[in-house]
């Protein structure tokens, strides 16, 4: 195809990484509103979330203006497509930020139950996940690709060690803690699905670079003989 395509690809690239870069944002300010217990910051993540539905919108259309009038084949296609996906996974991310803000104005009028340390630690293992994505579509760095994936072991751990700990440590033994941690159940949950976006993400550029279905297929993800 003409050379101007590729720069149009370009600006889908552009366009992909600044809604990444304020998905990430919103998933890190979502978690300091809590450890802060900060209302303005919450609200933010909620007014904000307009601007990545709008990007979104852009994107798809831009995605659908390049079909319909470039008609791509093969993996600019693929890659087209893939784009498409990609900014359905990191929109809802940014929705799961804002139920986490939701929480937090839940919580503003009541003393935390405990100090904050793993729901830190697994933010930060979702905004990991989640840039960690973006970079192997962009880089194709499949074996960046099946890190992202190989990571939710470790999510798994932290999410069922904040729910062992509120529910046994605390819901069981008084009751009277149950309206501080079920918000807090919840934002480790939404913390989970975001890491399972991101997981998404990760699986199908597996899929768009080798052609390989990983989902549900681990032997494939641990296989180091593979090729980028």
Request: proline residues 3%.
């Amino acid at each position: 195809m003409e050379r101007f395509f590729d720069k149009e690809l370009e600006q889908l690239y552009r366009k992909l990484k600044d809604m990444a870069e304020l998905v990430k944002n919103s998933i890190q300010n979502s978690i300091d509103s809590l450890k802060s217990k900060d209302q303005k910051l919450a609200q933010k993540v909620i007014d904000e979330d307009r601007f990545i539905d709008e990007l979104e919108i852009s994107i798809d259309e831009a995605c659908l203006e390049l079909i319909a009038r470039r008609q791509p084949v093969a993996y600019d296609l693929r890659f087209i497509t893939m784009v498409m996906k990609i900014t359905t996974d990191l929109e809802r991310i940014a929705d799961l930020s804002v139920d986490i803000a939701q929480r937090v104005l839940e919580l503003l009028d009541k003393p935390l139950l405990k100090p904050l340390i793993d729901i830190p630690k697994l933010s930060e293992l979702a905004q990991r996940m989640v840039k960690s994505a973006i970079d192997s579509f962009i880089n194709q760095d499949t074996h960046l690709a099946k890190e992202v994936c190989l990571s939710d072991d470790e999510v798994d751990k932290l999410r069922d060690l904040i729910q062992d700990e509120l529910i046994y440590d605390y819901m069981v033994k008084d009751s009277s803690t149950v309206p501080r941690a079920i918000p807090l159940l919840l934002i480790a949950r939404h913390l989970e699905r975001i890491c399972d976006h991101a997981t998404n993400i990760a699986e199908d550029i597996i899929y768009m670079i080798q052609a390989k279905i990983v989902k549900h297929h681990r032997e494939k993800l641990e296989n180091n003989n593979d090729k980028k």
